[in-house]
């Protein structure tokens, strides 16, 4: 049976239709579990398969871990950019992780009355 069958019966199953094909809600069921075992197999080697390290992304890395390492104080994504050269949307990205790791807390900055911006206090 094809999947595209398969879809199909369901369809009309839950239409109230008589199962197309001749097909039994068991042959149904059998069909699915068939696709979500396939599903499954495919999750699992994709997951197996070793990822190879992006070069910028590890140099983005490097590049935040000694802005982080040499410096004290609290930052804003765009104020960081500016140090190491990389965007803003790459800072806040790599901080994330030093965030979760504990190396660096967010914090906000107020800009004006209505805006704030997320900060990073390095070193306190």
Do not use: C, W
């Not at 069909?31 to 997951?47: H, W, Y």
């Not at 990205?93 to 206090?121: F, L």
């Amino acid at each position: 049976m094809t999947t595209r069958e398969l879809y199909k019966a369901v369809i009309a199953h839950i239409d109230g239709e008589a199962l197309p094909y001749g097909l039994t809600e068991g042959e149904l069921r059998e069909g699915f579990e068939s696709l979500i075992a396939k599903l499954d197999a495919r999750n699992e080697k994709a997951r197996s398969k070793p990822r190879k390290a992006d070069p910028a992304v590890e140099a983005r890395k490097n590049v935040i871990a000694e802005f982080i390492t040499g410096t004290d104080g609290e930052f804003t994504a765009d104020e960081i950019a500016e140090f190491t050269g990389l965007t803003a949307p790459q800072v806040a990205s790599a901080m994330r992780v030093h965030v979760s790791a504990g190396i660096v807390t967010k914090g906000t900055r107020k800009v004006d009355s209505k805006h704030s911006k997320v900060t990073y206090v390095i070193g306190a």
